[in-house]
């Protein structure tokens, strides 16, 4: 493949589709084999169960894990011309056949990762920047915030903020302003 996953988790952000297509950040996991762990009350893990298909979309823009996380799309960010479900913000993708592995006592599913195919459009050389990565983990937080209420993520918002203030261009900043909303 010409692709390939960090070893540990790579953030991407994961399409799937039932009536409509659905986009979410998931992480890919890459040890020994490609899987993902999905809670089996989201969306993605309830299309995965039906069509056994999943999108692993290459993003940099910080504004769309924090828009996927909490919000649908509208099928104006999907490309038209795939036959799998693809973001347009996508510059790489891989698209999965995906095998479940299920306990019934568990809140997530193991869903182990077959690569089918893999595009890339063009090869973005990006510089690393502390203040997209303060996204990710403020988004997480704020996920996990949103379902727990534990104060614990709220304070760690405050520092994500720093970092983000300090490191980050318009579109982190216009992101970190869009995650406020959550933390409430
Ligand atoms: C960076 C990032 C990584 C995430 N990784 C996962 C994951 O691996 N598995 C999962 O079930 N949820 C993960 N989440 C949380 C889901 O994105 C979130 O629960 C989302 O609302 C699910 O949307 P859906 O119901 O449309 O699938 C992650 C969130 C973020 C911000």
Not at 48 to 76: H, I
Not at 100 to 126: D, G, H, M, N
Request: overall charge neutral; proline content about 4%; some cysteine.
């Amino acid at each position: 493949m010409e692709i390939e996953f960090h070893e540990g988790i790579s953030e991407v952000v994961a399409t799937t589709r039932n009536d409509q297509p659905n986009a979410a950040p998931v992480g890919i996991i890459n040890r020994d084999f490609l899987y993902t762990l999905l809670y089996k009350e989201s969306h993605t893990f309830l299309n995965v169960k039906k069509n056994l298909e999943l999108v692993a979309n290459f993003v940099l823009d910080p504004l769309l894990y924090v828009q996927t996380a909490f919000e649908d799309l509208d099928s104006s960010f999907f490309r038209s011309d795939e036959s799998a479900p693809v973001l347009k913000a996508a510059y790489a993708w891989v698209e999965f056949k995906c095998l479940i592995l299920e306990k019934p006592t568990q809140k997530s599913a193991l869903v182990k990762l077959l690569p089918v195919r893999s595009v890339v459009l063009q090869r973005p050389i990006v510089s690393i920047n502390r203040a997209f990565c303060a996204i990710l983990e403020a988004t997480i937080d704020a996920t996990r915030y949103v379902a727990l209420k534990d104060p614990k993520y709220l304070e760690r918002a405050a520092h994500y903020e720093t970092v983000v203030r300090k490191c980050g261009g318009k579109r982190e900043l216009e992101a970190f302003q869009l995650l406020k909303g959550y933390f409430v």
